[in-house]
Every structure is written in C-alpha cells, then in structure tokens.
C-alpha cells in the first residue's frame, strides 16, 4: 500500500510542476489511474530507460515524468515498492550465498512464464544440487510445431546450468483422449487422436442453453461420485456467461465457490462504514440517512435492531430532505401530530413505534457528534476505527473491515513519510482519500469450500488438477486473446515473425495445454454458437487445432454442436413453455401432468395456476366477486360489521374516498396500508403546505390586523407567522422559500377577502375556526332515521354566522390550497362533505338555537376565493343524505369494495397511491358491471351567478 501513497503524491507534484498537461485532465479518474499505476510497476520491473520512450508522443512523455517522479520520491524516503522488492530478493541469489542452500523442495511451474528473478535463482542453483526443480512439458522435438521452438531452447539453457533431466511419464489410467490432446496438441507432424475417452466439446447458444447445460453436466459428474471440491468452472474472463451458470448451479441446490476479485470498497461492512462516515454530521440526507439504518450490518452497541428500522421509517416519513435539525423536528413534530391526531386517532401501537423511532434516531445522530473535527492522520485513523466499533462493525468474523484498517495502517506509514506528522487534516477528505483507497485494493479471498464447485477466471487457475474441468465461453479472442495475435497481424506477407511476436501466441498455446492436462479424468470445453440475439459467433480459434488433432470417428464422438437456441435442450423456463403450448394445441395433459409432478417444475407451475385461475375468475361474468374487492368469507364480513357498527364515527372525507374508488378506501381504512412518502427533494408536500395555510389563515382570522393592505405591514405579518412553523421541521433554507410563497399565496388571499365582505348581500358577523364535530360522545352528529342511523366527526375549517331577513343563519367554508371540487360533484353526491357538516352543526352545535344552515361553499386560496353552494330545502337533503349515507356504511359492512374508481379517465393507476396492490387494468378489461349504492337527487342545490356566469 505504502506504493500508492507515493504514486499519488508524485502525481500531485508533477501537476503542481505543469508537467502533466497532456493528461491534466484524465488523472483524477480512478480506471487511468489504475492503467497508468500497472503502467509505472512494468517499467520498474523492466528498468525501463527514456530512450525508450515515444519522444514524440507528449502522453507516453508525461506519463514517463510521473515515473520519474514516483522513483525520486522512492529513494529520497529510502523506500521500495513490490516491484522493488523483487528485484532485492532475486539480488540475494547472488550476495547471500547461504540462503539458497538452507532452502530446498523450491519448484519453478510453468517455466515458460517464469520472471527474471527465477532465472537468476535458477542460475545460482548450479552451488546446491536438489535446491530447486523446474517442470517443462517437452517431448520429441517436432521441427514443424511453433511451440517446440522456445521450449526447445529453454530446454538448452537449462541444461547449460546443469540442471539434470527427468522423464514424467502421463499415468496410464488417464482418460486417451486428454493424454493424447495433451501430447499432441500443436505439433504439426504427430499422429491423430483415435480416442475421444474424457474429452466432450460441445457448441451451444450463448446465453441460458450454455447455462443450463454446464449445470446439467455438474449434476451428473455429484451424481457419479465426484466431489464438489474437484470440479472446476474455468472461462477466460468472469462476465454474463459466469454468472448464468453460477445461477444455474445455484438453483439446483449446489454450492458455488466463485472467484471473485472485488475491490474492499464492495465488501458489505465497508460500505457500510463508509455510507455513515461519508455523512455529513451537519447536513444529513434524509436517502442516505435512512439506508445506513436500514443496513443489516449496522448494529451499535445498545440499539434494538427493529428500532433502528423504525428510526428508518419516521426520518424517511418527517418530509425533510436534509439537515440533522430539520430532521430532528420533523420528528418531533410527526410524534406531536400523532398524538393530538383525534379523528380518526393514531392506533397506540402505531403511535408507540413513531415514538421509539424516534428516540433511536435522535440517539443515532448523537454518534457523529464528534466526527467533524480536524485531527492529524492518525488521529482520522483512530477516530475511523472507534466510530466502526460504534457501529457494531468491529465484528472478528467481517474480514473486509479487518483488511481495510490493515491497508490504512500501511498507508498512514507512507503519508507520515511523505507529510508533517503534525499536519491536520479534515473528516471529510480523510474518509474521502479511505474510499479511494479502499477502491484501489483487493478484497482478500476466503479460503476455498471443500464442498463448494470452484468457478474462476482462467488466470487463478494454473497448478490446480481437478476431476472434472469446464472452460466454457471459449468464443473468439479468448482462445488465443486477440492481443496475442496483434503483433503477428503487424508482420509483413512473407516476412517470418520475429521471436518476440511469437511469444504471445506461444504462451497462449502453453495456457491451453496446460488447462487440458490438469484434468485427471473429464475436459468439456464450451463454444458459443450463437449469442443471446440469435446472431451466429465465431468460436475460439485454438479449438479448431483441437478438434484437428483428432480422427474423424473420435471427432464425431466427442463434438456435438447445436448452432441454433430452437435446438438447444431448453432450459426449466423454456420447457415449461414449450410443455404449455403443446398441451394447449395438441388438447393431451399428460406432458403437462409430469412435468408438474417433477419438483423442480412444480412451484413455477403452480404460481402460474393460481394467476390463470385468478384472472378466469376475474373475467368471470359481469359481476364483481372476490377477486375484485368483494369479501366473500363470512368471518370477514363479521369483522367489518363490528368496525363499521353503531360505535364507530366516519368522517365526511372517508365517504368521498369510498365513493372515489371503493377498493381506494379499503386499502386505506381497512388494511390500513400507508402510501409511500418518498418525494423528490424539489417535489410539493401538498399536505404539509395545506396544514400551513390553514395555520396562517387561522391566525390571520383569529386576530384581524389593521393595515394589511400595505405590504410592508403584510410581510411583517407573515414573518412573525412563520417564525412558529419551525416546530413542521422546515429549515432555514425551506422557512425563505417558504416566506415567499406563502406572501404571494396571502396577498391573493387579502383580495379574495376583501371581494369577499364587499360582494356579499349579509356580512358575516361571528366568525369560527376548527369547529370539531363528535369530539366527544356528545358532540357527535347522527344522520339518517329513526330505524338506521350513521354518527359522523369531523373538524370544520370555518363557520360564518349571516344576520338576514330570514333571520340568522350560518355558512360552511372549506379552504382549498388545490382546485376546489365544482358544483357538478356535489350536485351528483360525489362530494357531500360540506353538506353532512352543515346537517351536523344544525344538529349538534346551533340545535335548538334556530340557527339554520344558510349555504355551503369551498375557499379556493390563491385561486377563486369563495364560490357559494345554496340549497333550497335542508330538510329534503337531510332526509336523501342521511339514507344515502347508510346506504354506503351498509355496503362497506357488506364488503363491497370493488376495484372500481367512479372515473374511467382519471388516469388512477398512475397517479394512486395504492396503484402497487390493485389491478384495475385486469379489472376493467372484463368490463365489470358495478352495483353502486345510488346517490340522491339534489335538485335544489345551485352554485353562485359567479360561478354560472364563468361556468357559461
């Protein structure tokens, strides 16, 4: 690690330097940096000299400074990189001459790739015989095979150094065909391979087929005794086609040791470390915020798993963005608003789960009291690694936490060197260049299940022999890669390629054969026919030297190649498919009766049974039934007459739900399911800025203030106003938005205020806010007759009290922040709100007084101002009202709650909130026939010449 350090601080100073201009503007990209860092380590491990380099290429010349650099930085802090390193310690074969000879039992594998460092212990081994072995697969010499040539002079140099020479004879119990493969692949003059014994290539498509046949063959090689632990899955990059057959293996029940070379930055724990210490102790995003408590591995000392994930749920439900105060009351005032919550109230649970979110929340918050404080490095590291143990991730068996601090111990080693140990640095760019870091390393890998199929890239696999070798995806440029084959596509026609463009595609060769002679008993290689687009592919090129080197009867019997997916053996999904239409076309129900007996199909068939005989059911008749929204069960039935019975009080907005969409209503009241809250940081809360206009409206009515038409005098009241809305959670920032908004939306209210007293024939003279009707049991109102009656609750926003020649009267005023509803609605007893108000305040608060109602009428703020609902005979509406009313609550004790919304157009399922557990796209395509509840003839009810004149 200590060489990154020193990478990234040559960087810095070969910018500061101007020196970096051609790249300025690439090096802060992790992948260049990557790149370029591999780029430094060849040129150190080669001693690359700068004549070498492009002179005319201003990239390569400025990637060549920042070598220089790194390697002054090296010897003025007298340190050595891993590439340094190794150049020490092949140096040691010659000035330690005592180190070699106390060694022995060293063997060099795959000599043909072997560094310069093993050349030179090889050298020095001639002094003590038995010290080192090396393997070198050679044979006969073959003049006309491109591989026997560099094996062939390995061979000679290897015997200059007097190495003695031993014949491995392949043990007779190998399977012909990989033994002969072995022997005999790319030399050009050997006889063909008459056997085919243990050797299967097979081309398929691309895709699920390729898949499913590799996991298919896994299960017959357990099923013949093979052990997990000696399969081994090989492809020559670990991509889409891995994780296929991963899956594949995966739902088949079988363990699966895939490896996986991930960065620490993907380790669990560690993001989950770093999601919390990247938060911002001041300005937390609510997102952010509520995913680190959500997060299964943050567990800190002290803290009730559950109650971190009710903490989740209120700050997510508080609607704040950001920002640790707002947060912290929003959630006072979410517990404050449940508790005065009175129609209908918080259930006590519910209530209690807010309150203990809360209080784990705020306690969570109090964690990062302490983070943002500039310290010195090491101060960060030690800070870092207490705040992991807060989090409860401190645990013995989270590795990657462990491996984390370890590369932050070496790194903070390296910024020591390079920096004033004094030096301070702030939380945020500490855990900032830790982030980075743990980007830059490699998570370490656990030690291989025993009972687990090994599946790795081709270049982890050398010096294993496993049972059973798969190399799968060997489609062209793996087999060889095309970078192998490039120098050879640069050499002139009739030019002989020189020994350093055969190399490559030398060791290309050598990988290959390698890979076939681990394998003790099966090789299967894999091609793809086609891709998952249906298009034809081109196989590696290696397999067509394979595939030479065998007689045409062995070739027959171990090639099978399926070029198209409609011949492919089809995978689970696909034969359950294909079983499905056939049964449908041919009418016989035996196929489908097997597969269905067969576990593996079984659950997937029977989802699929229950969704067909859902929607039969559903298409069923004209008729609404049980699956859709009709409660059939008479226990339920039972349960909704005891929550629907004489004691329970309805407010007038559950009626106009239930007329809405009665499925809408029983999502809300009866299952009681919650809408999400989640919003964009710039999209409205319309309900919190409701409860605010209400709040301004209500202190403005409650204490009239002179002078309000200036506007100074204005905004100075409005100022005042807000400065008490800072208990909804709003923060600063929100509360100057808001002022703004909210002194427009009063000006237009000042206006419609003003039209309102001066176009009215009787002035209102008492005025009363919040009016709750059914507070208690002697306030509330009972609609209907004597046999069947409904008792309804409710707060009503405003009641004017009018002085007429008819006498005195009262008036009904809703505030509407949005469109108020029209005439239309009320008239049709789409929306009876304000007129089972005004029936209950006849009855409850003014009875007996001769107060009777006078009109009804919405107060559209900011939009129309009041607009009048006049009734000509109250007493005819009590009597259509009151039976409509119990009418409904008798249809819900019916449950009868149709997925049915009163409007076709509205576009509900994609605007409801409750869109993700209905189905009135199925529903609607069987055209159901609904029995609504019939709402009375409102004959009298008229609007104001207002609103007929602009109605016209």
């Known amino acids: 690690m200590e060489s990154r350090r020193f990478f990234l601080e040559a960087l810095e100073r070969s910018l500061a330097e101007g020196t970096l201009d051609p790249i300025a503007n690439v090096v802060r990209w992790p992948g260049y940096r990557r790149r370029l860092r591999q780029k430094i380590a060849r040129w150190g491990m080669s001693r690359r000299r ?77 002094d003590y015989p038995g010290a080192i072995a090396a393997t070198l697969a050679i044979g006969d010499v073959d003049e006309s095979s491109t591989l026997d040539e560099p094996r062939q002079s390995v061979f000679g140099r290897l015997g200059k150094l007097g190495f003695e020479t031993r014949a491995c004879v392949p043990a007779a119990e190998r399977p012909g065909g990989i033994s002969g493969l072995e022997q005999t692949l790319f030399r050009g003059g050997r006889a063909r391979v008459a056997t085919a014994d243990g050797v299967t290539i097979r081309g398929l498509p691309q895709g699920e087929e390729t898949a499913d046949a590799v996991a298919r063959l896994v299960q017959s090689a357990l099923e013949r005794g093979i052990e997990p632990g000696a399969i081994l899955l090989v492809a020559r990059r670990l991509r889409d086609q891995a994780d296929m057959v991963a899956q594949a293996l995966e739902e088949r029940g079988f363990a699966v040791d895939p490896h996986d070379e991930r960065a620490l930055a993907h380790d669990p724990a560690v993001f989950a470390l770093f999601s919390a210490a990247g938060l911002p102790p001041a300005q937390f995003e609510v997102i952010e915020l509520a995913r680190v408590l959500r997060h299964g591995l943050v567990r800190p000392p002290g803290f009730d798993p559950l109650d971190l994930a009710r903490a989740a749920r209120a700050v997510e439900r508080t609607s704040r963005y950001r920002d640790r105060q707002a947060i912290e009351r929003g959630l006072e005032a979410a517990v404050a608003a449940s508790r005065q919550r009175k129609h209908p109230p918080v259930k006590p649970a519910r209530l209690e789960d807010l309150e203990r979110g809360r209080a784990a929340a705020v306690q969570f918050l109090a964690l990062f009291d302490e983070l943002d404080t500039e310290r010195t490095w090491n101060g960060q590291l030690e800070r870092l690694r207490a705040f992991a143990a807060t989090l409860g991730l401190d645990q013995p068996d989270l590795s990657g936490i462990h491996s984390l601090f370890q590369a932050l111990e070496a790194d903070a080693s390296a910024h020591a060197r390079l920096s004033p140990a004094d030096q301070l640095v702030s939380w945020g760019e500490f855990v900032r260049q830790a982030q980075e870091l743990a980007a830059d390393t490699i998570a370490p890998r656990p030690a291989p299940r025993a009972d687990a199929i090994r599946l790795m890239p081709l270049e982890a696999a050398p010096g294993l022999q496993p049972r059973l070798l798969v190399l799968f995806d060997l489609e062209e440029g793996t087999f060889p890669t095309r970078d192998a084959v490039a120098a ?61 080197r065998f007689e045409p009867a062995a070739r027959r019997a171990c090639q099978e190649a399926q070029p198209r ?152 009241f409005i100022y005042q106003s807000l400065d008490d809305l800072d208990q909804l959670g709003l923060s600063p920032g929100e509360i100057m938005i808001e002022r703004r908004r909210l002194f427009l939306l009063f000006q237009k209210f000042l206006e419609e205020r003003q039209t309102y007293h001066a176009s009215e024939a009787v002035r209102p003279s008492v005025l009363d806010l919040e009016v709750a009707i059914g507070r208690d049991e002697s306030t509330r109102a009972n609609l209907g007759d004597k046999r069947r009656q409904v008792t309804v609750q409710g707060i009503i926003d405003r009641i004017d009290i009018l002085e007429t020649n008819d006498g005195t009267r009262f008036r009904i005023i809703d505030y509407k922040t949005a469109d108020p509803p029209g005439l239309t609605k009320v008239k049709h007893g789409q929306r009876i709100q304000l007129l ?71 576009g509900c399922e994609h605007h409801c909130d409750f869109r993700g557990v209905c189905r009135i796209a199925q529903v609607r395509g069987s055209w159901k026939r609904q029995e609504r509840v019939i709402a009375p003839e409102l004959p009298g009810v008229s609007g104001s010449k207002k609103s007929a004149a602009k109605k016209t």
Request: glycine share 8%.
């Open 836 to 906: 089972i108000y005004a029936l209950a305040v006849a009855q409850v608060e003014l009875a007996g007084s001769g107060v009777a109602p006078h009109d009804v009428g919405y107060w559209g703020v900011g939009r129309k101002g009041f607009e009048p609902i006049r009734v000509e005979d109250w007493n005819a509406l009590a009597e259509g009202v009151g039976s409509y009313l119990v009418d409904l609550v008798q249809a819900m004790q019916a449950g009868k709650f149709d997925v049915s919304p009163r409007s076709r157009d509205d």
């Open 488 to 548: 050879l596509a640069r050499v002139r026609i009739g030019r002989k390629p020189g020994a350093g463009a055969r190399r490559s595609l030398e060791r290309e060769m050598v990988r290959l054969i390698d890979m076939i002679g681990s394998a003790s008993e099966y090789v299967c290689l894999f091609y793809p026919t086609v891709d998952e687009k249906g298009r034809e592919t081109i196989r590696a090129g290696f397999l067509d030297d394979v595939l030479d």
């Open 565 to 716: 997916w409609m011949l492919a053996p089809p995978s689970p999904r696909r034969r359950r498919i294909e079983t499905l239409l056939a049964a449908r076309r041919q009418g016989n129900l035996d196929p489908l009766k097997r597969l269905a007996a067969d576990p593996e199909h079984r659950p997937a068939l029977l989802g699929a049974a229950i969704g067909l005989h859902l929607l039969a059911r559903r298409a069923r008749g004209r008729p609404f039934g049980e699956y859709e929204g009709r409660l059939s069960d008479g226990e339920a039935v039972l349960q909704l007459h005891d929550l629907f019975g004489p004691r329970h009080a309805f407010s007038p907005s559950q009626f106009d739900h239930y007329i809405d969409c009665p499925f809408k209503f029983f999502a809300r009241y009866v299952l009681e399911l919650e809408p999400p809250q989640k919003r964009g940081e710039f999209e409205e809360d319309h309900g919190t800025q409701g409860v605010k206009v209400h709040h301004l409206l209500e202190r403005f009515e409650r204490n009239p203030a002179s002078g309000l038409d200036d506007e100074q005098a204005a905004t100075q």
């Open 50 to 126: 700068r004549e070498a380099v492009d002179r005319e290429d201003p990239l390569a010349l400025a990637e060549w400074r920042v070598f220089e650099q790194y390697e002054t930085l090296l010897r003025e802090h007298a340190a050595v990189d891993a590439q340094g390193l190794e150049a020490w310690a092949s140096s040691l074969a010659w000035t330690d001459h005592g180190l070699l000879g106390a060694m022995s039992g060293i063997v060099v594998l795959n000599l043909e790739f072997a560094p310069r460092a093993a050349w030179r212990w090889l050298a020095r081994s001639g």
